[in-house]
């Protein structure tokens, strides 16, 4: 008999053998001990069998299944040598259906690993392990149709050659990657990222998509060149509203739009646009970029309220419109702040600016000359206004106290009327004034509401000047001929 017969005859008789019952396998010696995870013990790494003297060799239960990756209910069972896993892993869960097979060699995850849907048995994944790496070709299923999800390819570990995805139901590809020492090329839609890559670094469009309510939308359209911004930039908001547009240039930024709109009602609010005239911009500061071309504001309800014109960070002009209800009733200008140095100019008011209340009633008239008041000028109090009507009281910012205007020299925030108090023995009346006209006293020789006499209200301008002169120099000594100068100039 040849050695190729003999080998035939000794597979068969070791066929048969296995066949024979537990008892004649016991005693031919090809009986796996089996025992309970629980009568284990790890030392060093090696598994042994509680109170032996050698690593265990035979057939584990109960293993942890988190060893391939699953974190059902069930058990599995895992061949053991030395001490260590090696030969096949078999997962169930408590109804006895198969979830996972794996095999092990010399402790790590070696050869082919399957996983199955709990409900119907279908598979779901398919990988393939060496020395405890992913190597070879894994994949995912569908646990209905059968259809594959995810595609991809393994060497020692890493991603190597082609990578593809498909929606859930494997129908519609979503990714198509070709990975080459360790970078990819192609594009990845999987979840709200969507990317293009060229070598490994980000190329072309990108998207990125957030959920408003139960909808998804683009909140991010990126162009890139070879890992840098490149091109036009977009951000939108969940009405599809273009917020924020900027322009770069091989990584560098070089003009942004920004559009603020309401969160309740969508309504535009701010427009401007900003460029780079200075080196190093960081893009995230905004104020690194310097204002150009049209900047508007309107109100909750539509109406354009500021409007300035730029020349790289430079104030052109610049106008603020007063609105009750629908009506447009007033203006005033803003310019400059006079030695404002910076590549963006900061805008005060200038001019006379118009304070109305809610029904249209002028309440106070502020004069502003490049950001500080000269004249404010007030509603009279009602037990006067019988008396003059028709005008108004005009503070004196030098003497009294009270006034019940906040002033604001910032040209986007209108001022406010208070309505408080102020002296009434330092007011003037006046003619109301007309929109960009003078104020005019009445009579041209100023007119005093209180009842003092005019003895008395020199004595008190004297004691101003007075004042002034020990509000500069508190040691001051005020002399006879100064005093006389002083009531000579308050008459």
């Not at 322009?247 to 920004?258: A, D």
């Not at 309504?267 to 005239?277: D, Y």
């Not at 009733?329 to 702040?337: E, K, P």
């Not at 006079?338 to 249209?360: A, F, L, M, T, W």
Request: hydrophobic share 30%; glycine share 10%; aromatic share 8%.
């Amino acid at each position: 008999m040849n050695k190729e017969i003999l080998v035939f005859f000794n597979a068969r008789r070791c066929f048969a053998l296995s066949t024979i019952t537990l008892a004649s396998l016991s005693l031919t010696g090809c009986f796996t001990e089996e025992i309970d995870s629980r009568q284990t013990e790890e030392i060093r790494g090696l598994i042994y069998k509680v109170h032996a003297d050698d690593p265990f060799s035979g057939r584990i239960l109960n293993y942890p299944m988190s060893v391939l990756g699953l974190f059902s209910v069930g058990t599995c069972s895992i061949d053991v040598k030395k001490g260590l896993p090696d030969g096949e892993m078999r997962c169930s869960d408590n109804a006895d259906k198969l979830l996972a097979v794996g095999e092990f060699k010399a402790g790590k995850r070696d050869g082919k690993e399957q996983k199955y849907d709990a409900k119907n048995g279908n598979k779901i994944a398919e990988g393939n392990w060496k020395r405890g790496v992913q190597d070879g070709l894994q994949e995912q299923f569908n646990p209905i149709n059968g259809n594959r999800t995810i595609e991809s390819h393994y060497t020692a570990g890493k991603k190597d050659g082609q990578e593809r995805a498909w929606d859930e139901q494997g129908k519609v590809l979503i990714a198509d990657l070709e990975w080459k020492n360790g970078k990819q090329t192609g594009f990845d839609n999987r979840g709200t990222q969507h990317r293009t890559y060229l070598e490994g670094e980000y190329h072309g469009q990108q998207k990125d998509y957030g959920l408003d309510g139960n909808r998804f939308y683009v909140s991010h359209e990126e162009n890139y060149e070879n890992g840098h911004l490149h091109g036009t930039q977009k951000r939108f908001n969940a009405r599809g509203n273009v917020t924020e547009l900027s322009e770069f240039e091989h990584g560098k930024l070089k003009s942004r739009t920004v559009d603020e709109y309401g969160s309740f009602d969508g309504q535009h609010l701010h427009h401007v646009s900003r460029l780079a005239i200075k080196e190093d911009v960081n893009e995230y500061i905004a104020s690194d970029l310097s204002n150009d071309g049209l900047e508007q504001y309107w109100d909750s309800k539509g109406h354009l309220i500021r409007e300035l014109q730029w020349n790289k960070g430079k104030l052109v002009s610049a106008t603020a419109t007063i609105w009750v209800g629908d009506n447009q009733i007033s203006q005033y200008q803003g310019v400059a702040r006079p030695g404002y140095e910076s590549h963006q100019d900061d805008v005060v008011k200038h001019g006379q600016e118009r304070i109305y209340g809610g029904n249209g009633e002028l309440e106070a008239v502020v004069v502003w000359n490049a950001g500080k008041v000269t004249n404010t000028i007030v509603n009279l109090p009602s037990d006067r206004r019988s008396q003059y009507p028709g005008k108004m009281a005009m503070l004196d910012r030098n003497v009294g106290w009270g006034d019940p205007v906040e002033e604001i020299p910032d040209f986007e925030t209108p001022s406010r009327y208070g309505g408080g108090g102020f002296a009434i023995d330092y007011a003037t009346i006046v003619d109301v004034p007309a929109p960009g006209q003078p104020i005019q006293s009445q009579p041209a020789q100023k007119t005093v509401l209180s009842a003092a006499s005019s003895v008395n209200n020199i004595d008190a301008c004297v004691q101003q000047k007075v004042d002034a002169v020990h509000a500069e120099d508190p040691d001051a000594l005020v002399r006879a001929d100064m005093l006389d100068e002083f009531e000579q100039n308050c008459q």
